[in-house]
């Protein structure tokens, strides 16, 4: 059985950056392609973006792109987004996912899902 374990969200003041980071154990050692997604209340799930198991290949919505930056460390299994710049609508619950089907922006990409942790921008 595969884990994902998310850290770092928190309160942060708008303009202000924090770091996400994701520690996979068991079957989600290998996963091929991670990702981050959010939702905030009363929203659907969102692809925020994702990266592939070399690291070549990253991807990011709209929203977030020149802000956001992922990656990853193969050797300590640890997927990690650095979000710059934040604002009150970054405001959300931010899940890890991962899949070794193929690099996606669709929830239903991913097989393995973290818990999620709160990330919180005051304005």
């Known amino acids: 059985q595969g884990q994902l374990v998310e850290s770092g969200g928190g309160l942060v003041q708008a303009g202000g950056s924090l770091r996400l980071s994701c520690a996979a154990s068991g079957r989600t050692f290998n996963l091929d392609v991670m990702g981050w997604f959010r939702q905030a209340p009363g929203k659907e799930r969102e692809f925020v973006s994702a990266i592939s198991r070399g690291g070549g290949t990253t991807g990011y919505a709209d929203s977030v792109k020149g802000r956001f930056t992922i990656s990853r460390d193969n050797a300590k299994n640890t997927v990690y987004l650095q979000m710059n710049s934040l604002k009150p609508e970054d405001t959300a619950i931010y899940y890890c996912?991962?899949?070794?089907?193929?690099?996606?922006?669709?929830?239903?990409?991913?097989?393995?899902w973290g818990q999620g942790t709160q990330v919180t921008v005051s304005s």
């Open positions: 996912a991962g899949t070794s089907v193929g690099f996606s922006w669709a929830t239903a990409g991913y097989d393995y």
